[in-house]
């Protein structure tokens, strides 16, 4: 389009900027110069041959249609030169924040995964399946439908031929290690084969649960979510059919999951009483790049439970308060009544209302209180709390892999948020937009968790 300047001369208008327009474009925005609205904006591309469509003030621009096979960018030049407009673009989709397309998210899972920013850290990244996550527990469902695309597998192992294939001292572990020990099992449990053994599958369903929520499979169309979608978990069987076990165990446990490449442990269990051989398992997981995860403990303030109190470990406490509103809707801005507070404690993660796997054996049976013919259960404890957290440094190892233990801790714990009462609630997406030169050096402070825990051994 020629204009006439001053003094008669005619000169052609300078060009608007474009905001390249994708190559399959459908529709450009033409933003007006001053002076003019976008209705007469509209009118005068209509008579210079483009379909415009119908535009309201507030949309600030006019929409011109792409006409089917027309390059965008020829439209967009065109535009640009008009000399009616003072930039192009693209009138490009937006998208709702990620959520996963589970079925029981939007009724069961949604409101504490909210609070912890879980869909804003999924534009960012749901998860690689290169991180391992060791549960430290009564083992997995090996069988459970939200389990199974998560399931570890040791490649270098053949499962049943009852022989260590690949020599790292346990029989048919092709998925995971059990270390339970026939003297101390609840003689109910029925275990006939001396550890460790690779049977691992999960014979009271807590096990299951926590790793539900830290890895189960997501948008996968089935049950639940976990924090991450991909991660790969490893079962580490410690405890017996009655969720109890021996130091000695879950020491044992915790080298094997390192010297398997564990990145992440979480431990969901405690002992009031310290442990030099849990301490030393531990020291050794983290010396092997292991990040160590460990629930807090429910019993009031008091401090954490070990290992969760060791002062490298990552010390989870639950939050979670319900309200008087009739729809029993959750507070997770405040700790939970039951949960551990005070020394050792880092960081306050939902346990109320929380929802998880079951083994489909194990429905309606003992505490675990099913939905109507499906696998899934909703509970309560700091246990549940840990694995929130352990599925967010899983979130965080995806976004910077290879990144220490000691850095992913110190991202969870320096982006906390705080809560009602000042306590520091994990904020997945927070730790995944942190800075590492914002963060202090690990051990020298914890954000939210008063001094005086145990000396390294």
Same mark, same amino acid.
């Given at each position: 389009m020629l204009v006439a300047a001053a003094g008669g001369r005619v000169e052609r208008p300078r060009s608007a900027p474009i905001l390249a327009p994708p190559a399959d474009a459908d529709v450009l925005l033409a933003l007006p110069i001053a002076g003019i609205e976008p209705a007469r904006l509209a009118a005068a591309l209509e008579l210079l041959g483009h379909h @415009?469509?119908?535009?309201?003030?507030?949309?600030?621009?006019?929409?011109?249609?792409?006409?089917?096979?027309?390059?965008?960018?020829? =439209?967009?030049?065109?535009? $640009? @030169?008009?000399?009616?407009?003072?930039?192009?673009? #693209?009138? +490009?989709l937006v998208h709702a924040t990620r959520v996963p397309g589970d079925p029981l998210y939007v009724e069961l899972q949604s409101s504490y995964l909210d609070a912890v920013r879980a869909p804003e850290a999924w534009e960012r990244t749901r998860g690689d399946r290169e991180v391992v996550i060791a549960v430290i527990d009564t083992g997995i469902d090996l069988t459970h439908p939200d389990m199974q695309r998560a399931l570890w597998v040791n490649a270098g192992e053949i499962f049943g031929n009852e022989r260590d294939d690949d020599g790292n001292g346990c029989i048919d572990d092709a998925f995971g290690c059990s270390f339970v020990s026939l003297a101390t099992a609840d003689p109910s449990c029925g275990y006939?084969?001396?550890?460790?053994?690779?049977?691992?599958?999960?014979?009271? +369903?807590?096990g299951t649960f926590v790793a539900s929520i830290a890895a189960a499979s997501g948008d996968d169309g089935r049950g639940i979510t976990g924090v991450t979608w991909a991660a790969r978990l490893?079962? *580490?069987?410690?405890?017996?059919? @009655?969720? @109890? +076990?021996? =130091?000695?165990?879950? $020491?044992?446990? =915790?080298?094997?999951?390192?010297?398997?490449?564990?990145?992440?442990?979480? =431990?969901?269990f405690g002992s009031p009483s310290d442990s030099r051989l849990l301490h030393e398992a531990i020291s050794e997981a983290?010396?092997?790049?292991?990040? *160590? *995860?460990? %629930?807090?403990?429910?019993?009031?303030? +008091?401090?954490?439970?070990?290992p969760a109190r060791y002062d490298s470990v990552l010390s989870v406490t639950a939050s979670g308060v319900r309200g008087a509103a009739a729809d029993g809707s959750v507070d997770?801005?405040?700790?939970?009544?039951?949960? %551990?507070?005070?020394?050792g404690v880092d960081l306050f993660a939902p346990g109320l209302d929380v929802a998880g796997a079951v083994p489909v054996a194990l429905c309606n049976r003992g505490l675990w209180l099913c939905r109507s013919e499906e696998p899934y259960a909703v509970a309560a404890g700091s246990s549940y709390a840990a694995?929130?957290?352990?599925?967010?440094?899983?979130?965080?190892?995806?976004?910077?892999?290879?990144? #220490?233990?000691?850095?992913?801790? $110190?991202?969870?714990?320096?982006? #906390?948020?705080?809560?009602?009462g000042g306590e520091p609630l994990l904020d997945v997406a927070a730790a995944l937009e942190a800075e590492l030169f914002g963060i202090g050096v690990p051990g020298t402070a914890r954000p939210g968790g008063p001094p005086g825990r145990p000396a390294a051994p």
């Open positions: @415009t469509l119908p535009t309201h003030p507030l949309h600030g621009a006019v929409r011109v249609v792409v006409p089917p096979g027309e390059e965008p960018a020829a =439209i967009a030049r065109a535009l $640009a @030169t008009s000399g009616l407009v003072r930039a192009v673009e #693209a009138d +490009g006939r084969l001396a550890p460790p053994n690779g049977l691992v599958s999960d014979d009271e +369903g807590h490893l079962p *580490v069987k410690v405890l017996d059919c @009655t969720a @109890t +076990g021996r =130091i000695s165990d879950a $020491a044992a446990g =915790i080298r094997y999951a390192a010297r398997q490449g564990a990145d992440i442990i979480n =431990i969901s983290e010396a092997a790049g292991a990040l *160590v *995860v460990a %629930s807090a403990g429910n019993e009031g303030p +008091g401090g954490a439970t070990f997770y801005e405040r700790g939970a009544h039951f949960a %551990s507070t005070g020394d694995p929130l957290a352990a599925g967010a440094a899983a979130l965080v190892l995806a976004e910077r892999p290879g990144l #220490a233990p000691a850095l992913v801790r $110190a991202l969870i714990l320096g982006s #906390a948020r705080r809560g009602a």
